[in-house]
């Protein structure tokens, strides 16, 4: 049996090509007559149980569009913004009349596509439940101390802010090194000698944490104090190094609002897990397939031995 899904899709391709057709016969897509259309004006609130059309008896409203435009909008990102909406209705209503021709064949009592309808109502209500549930009982208050929570974990990172001068032989970076010992000045002899792409702007690197550059480079940057630059050249694969170190500091940790919407995820993802868990727990779970049955047990004694503290390790506070 045809996967239902797959044959919404092509219905959804279909009617893409179908709306798209009439603009692709005009010249870049405007009207025969020359200039563009002016910007629409911006949409006014409708209510979603406005109809918009009707197939047969059955009447589609603003709210079937929206949910329409939810699971087939990928399909219409080329599709210009002005013509999605009546993709998405062409896409509907194709849905639609082959549904009634399903229906009326009784295609539904099919065990295959009952099984598939079945699918796609549990996990419409599985999302749902989790979006009523779960998503709004995450706060500003609690993603702000998970944040702080995680920042408090992480060790503090040493950062040098360092400047160089890379050339293409030792004899040449002796000599850079000899001018510097004489007073001249880090930042012109960049300017002046180096092949790399901060010659011009003095050489500056700007600031950089352990395993940014390459190792040798690396080491010989961390093991300057500030103000001070390498007697002997660094050799890497790009050339022959003189480093100079700047300042040094310890990294500063993202900002919130950088980082937030990552917070929510996480957090997120622990609460769909910690539903599920009290959702199974509430649940009469049987395995009746012996083979499925065994599987589940390994796997049950598997994540109770990970979660089990070590012996002589205080509980956890989760």
Known sequence: MTNVLRSLRLAASLSVALVCLPALAQDGGAPAGGSPPAAPAPAAPVD???????????????????????DLGPQFAQVPPEQ??????????????????AEAEKLAEDKDVAAEIAFARAQALHSAYFAKTGVPSVTDEELKSRYDAEIAKMPPVDE????????????????????????????????????????????????FG?????????????????????????????????????????????AFDEVKEQVRQVV????????????????????????????MKAIEEMNA??????????????
């Open 160 to 207: 040098v802010k360092a400047s160089h001068i890379l050339v293409k032989t030792k004899e040449e970076a002796d000599a850079v090194i000899k001018k510097l010992d004489a007073g001249e000045d880090f930042n012109k002899l960049a300017a002046e000698n180096s092949s790399g792409p901060s010659g011009p702007e003095g050489g500056d690197l700007g600031y």
């Open 210 to 254: 352990p395993g940014q550059m390459v190792p040798a480079f690396e080491t010989a940057a961390f093991a300057l104090e500030p103000g001070t630059y390498t007697k002997q050249p660094v050799e890497t694969q790009f050339g022959w190094h003189v480093i100079k170190v700047d300042d040094k500091r310890k990294q500063a940790p993202p």
């Open 48 to 70: 979603p149980e406005t109809v918009v059309a009707k197939v047969g008896d059955k009447a589609i409203t603003e709210r079937d569009l929206a949910v329409a435009a939810q």
């Open 305 to 318: 031995a990970r979660d089990k503290p070590a012996e002589g390790a205080a509980p956890s506070a989760n």
């Open 268 to 295: 997120l993802r622990e609460k769909y897990v910690d539903l599920v868990q009290k959702a199974r727990a509430d649940a009469k779970i049987e395995y009746v397939d012996p083979a499925i049955a065994n599987q």
């Open 84 to 101: 999605r909406r009546i993709a998405v209705l062409s896409a509907l209503i194709d849905i639609d009349v082959l549904a009634a021709k």
